[in-house]
């Protein structure tokens, strides 16, 4: 099933004209009405007009991450705020996040879009959808929310947490669908076993999952646990949120919607485009955003893309599953984690050397974090009560920091490795193959 | 009548407390008396010893975290109720205790007491008559 035939399937020719068009005007509206871009793209010589087809997208200038913080909070935006009706905005370094406009058109593309996601998932109105993706500045409750409104389901705006109202509520509402991280999936389909609660009571028939990577053997695992057809939703708020990309029946990648969002793999070492098909750095440019549009926005998510055309009938340009990151960034339960993040919450705070160790581990289908950091001699009390205390200071500091919560460990002087090159400040236990 | 005690941060890690005995051991520094005070992933070891300073430095050369700290030593006779006047003393003044421990030698009780208001809490125990033991006796027993 496809929700917009006429763009899902849209003969190539014709799709690449549409993104043509689209680029030209995208560009021409950053010229005009960002800073940012137009300083960028004059130092480069370039005028919107240069732009004669899809593939001088090459041409345009890299945005990154550190565009986002450096232009903080909306110095991106090339709409006034009286245009922009939403912000969000996702965990960054100390004080500074990243944020999003969207304008209302922007959140109708965004609806679209996860509109798209679901009705190939097999979602219709008939649906009753449990939202669990955590609603708030982080995009993935409300993107997959306006999607299941766009079709016409039922949302249950559950959020994320509190295990049991949501099992509670999944049978005696009859969700038949459910978008959450697939860690938390697996969480949720032992917890329906722990409590005793026969298959047979719930509704459940698919669920869209994202926001962290994931693997085939995890897919089996949450359709056997739960017992229910499991989908990959790809996004990330910098473009839209989730609905950037989604799988469709057949399974092999995820449809791009690249009538809005065209994507590119570059090398990432080079940012020179790999041979089709190989494996680089995904790179996305929206066309059709009015709040903040991105140019060859630079995801660092490591992936290929699929040209052909797929069973489904669909044209859109598939990728596949995300294998790495080309930077250090670590997703824990669905958060983007940068170890620079601890090291601004630990350079702060006079207690501590500026060592650190961060260990990452998946257990009972939920990642942990343990954050190990060394005290200063001097700050070592004979009290048990004021070394918990100096802990909970930290701990605090570093969940308002990180957004997720960290099991801080206090350790002895000079048990954390000195490495006179690049320091290794991130163990990862889990198992992504 | 304050006497040094040190503290030790220790991992929950195992063999630690057993490095801890034998660096002082190898310097020949003797353990008068100890206490552990612990939770779930810490320990913070207290200890009494020979030569605090001394053990101070051989630990921090050793990369321990040690500190040191202050606490009050009383005696009293090694019978029923001979502890209860001394924290009916602290109590009445006021003051409270952080922690304490106690170790006996012969005829006599001996406690390590770390009360909030360390010198007040050595003004009224002796104002009270009662024996506290000097640094220097304490680190010779």
Not at chain 1, 36 to 42: E, G, I, V
Not at chain 1, 73 to 84: Q, T, V, W
Not at chain 1, 117 to 132: N, P, W
Not at chain 1, 404 to 423: H, N, Q, Y
Request: with cysteine; aromatic share 8%.
């Amino acid at each position: 099933m496809m929700w917009n035939e006429t763009m899902e399937s849209m003969p190539l020719e014709e799709l690449r004209k549409i993104q043509r068009i689209r680029l030209q005007k995208t560009v021409e509206k950053v010229y005009l009405n960002t800073p940012f871009y137009r300083k960028k793209l004059q130092e480069m010589g370039l005028e919107p007009g240069d732009i004669q087809s899809i593939d001088d997208i090459v041409k345009l200038p890299f945005t990154t991450k550190q565009d986002l913080r450096d232009n903080y909070p909306f110095d991106l935006f090339a709409s006034p705020m009286s245009e922009i009706v939403r912000l969000h905005a996702s965990s960054g370094t100390t004080g500074r996040p990243t944020v999003v406009g969207y304008s209302r058109k922007d959140l109708s593309i965004w609806s679209e879009a996860a509109a798209r996601c679901i009705t190939a998932y097999g979602g219709t109105k008939d649906d009753i959808f449990q939202v669990s993706y955590g609603y708030g500045l982080f995009t993935g409750g409300l993107g997959v929310h306006g999607g299941v409104e766009k079709i016409g389901g039922t949302v249950i705006p559950m959020s994320s947490g509190n295990t049991d109202k949501q099992i509670m509520l999944m049978r005696d509402f009859g969700a038949t669908a459910i978008a959450c991280t697939p860690s938390y999936a697996l969480f949720l389909g032992e917890a329906i076993r722990d409590m005793n609660i026969p298959r047979e009571q719930l509704r459940l028939r698919f669920g869209a999952f994202g926001a962290e990577p994931w693997t085939e053997s995890m897919r089996k695992e949450i359709e056997d646990k739960l017992g229910i057809k499991a989908y990959d939703i790809y996004g990330l708020s910098e473009i839209i949120g989730p609905g950037v990309s989604y799988e469709c029946e057949c399974q092999n990648g995820s449809h791009i919607n690249e009538d809005h969002f065209f994507p590119e793999i570059l090398n990432p070492e080079t940012l020179k485009p790999v041979k089709p098909g190989e494996q680089g750095e995904l790179v996305f440019t929206t066309i059709t955003k009015e709040g903040m549009p991105l140019l060859r926005y630079r995801t660092k998510d490591l992936c290929s893309l699929i040209y052909e055309k797929c069973d489904c009938g669909r044209t859109f340009t598939r990728m596949t599953r995300i294998t790495g990151r080309s930077d250090d960034m670590l997703i824990i339960r669905g958060v983007n984690v940068f170890p620079s993040q601890v090291e601004s919450v630990i350079l702060e705070m006079a207690e501590f050397e500026p060592h650190y160790l961060l260990i990452v581990d998946r257990m009972n289908n939920l990642d942990t974090l343990q954050i190990q950091v060394e005290t200063r001699p001097e700050y070592f009390s004979d009290e048990i009560n004021k070394m918990l205390i100096l802990k909970k200071k930290i701990s605090h500091r570093l969940q308002s920091v990180l957004g997720i919560s960290a099991d801080v460990k206090l350790m002895e002087p000079r048990s954390l490795e000195r490495s006179t090159g690049k320091a290794k400040r991130v163990i990862d236990n889990r198992k992504l193959d | 009548m304050t006497i040094k005690q040190l503290s030790i941060f220790l991992e929950n890690r195992s063999g630690r407390l057993a490095e801890v005995a034998s660096v002082l051991g190898e310097a020949g520094i003797n353990m008068t008396a100890f206490s552990i005070a612990e939770n779930t992933d810490f320990g913070i070891l207290r200890l009494i010893v020979s030569d605090p300073d001394k053990a101070m430095q051989i630990l921090k050369e050793k990369h321990f975290g040690v500190n040191l700290s202050s606490v009050l030593c009383l005696r009293c006779p090694n019978v029923p109720g001979a502890l209860s006047k001394a924290l009916e003393i602290i109590k009445d003044n006021d003051m409270t205790i952080e922690y304490m421990y106690a170790f006996a030698c012969g005829e006599s009780a001996n406690v390590i007491i770390r009360p909030d208001k360390l010198e007040e809490c050595i003004k009224v125990l002796q104002a009270h008559k009662l024996e506290l033991l000097a640094a220097s006796d304490l680190y010779q027993l």
